[in-house]
């Protein structure tokens, strides 16, 4: 099993950036595909980015493509979103997940494991 803590959310104006981080403990992170997920209030879970175990896949959901960047580091059992000219509609609870499969995918379902939520909070 792998535990997840996601760190990094905050306060942060229109135009701004944010990194949001994902520590994996338990297991090896290399193990896993990674995904990013997001929850506004009143709002079902979306996807955001995912990457797979070695990294050679990444994929992203078209409303951050271009201003958010998904990456990993399994030395350091960390996944990074990185993410740039946030925009007010990107307020979210943003969770990090890992899945078992060799890819990633964009469906929630196909996650295992996931982490309690940084919450992202973006000011226009």
């Known amino acids: 099993q792998v535990q997840l803590v996601e760190s990094g959310g905050g306060l942060v104006q229109a135009g701004g950036s944010l990194r949001l981080s994902c520590a994996a403990s338990?297991?090896?992170?290399?193990?896993?595909?990674m995904g990013w997920f997001r929850q506004a209030p009143g709002k079902e879970r979306e996807f955001v980015a995912a990457i797979s175990r070695t990294s050679g896949t990444i994929d992203y959901a078209d409303s951050v493509k271009g201003r958010f960047t998904i990456s990993r580091d399994n030395a350091k059992n960390t996944v990074y979103l990185q993410m740039n000219s946030l925009k007010a509609e990107d307020t979210a609870v943003y969770y990090c997940a890992a899945s078992s499969r060799v890819m990633p995918g964009s469906g929630s379902d196909v996650y295992k494991y996931w982490g309690q939520g940084t919450q992202v909070t973006v000011s226009s």
């Open positions: 338990g297991s090896p992170l290399g193990y896993y595909s």
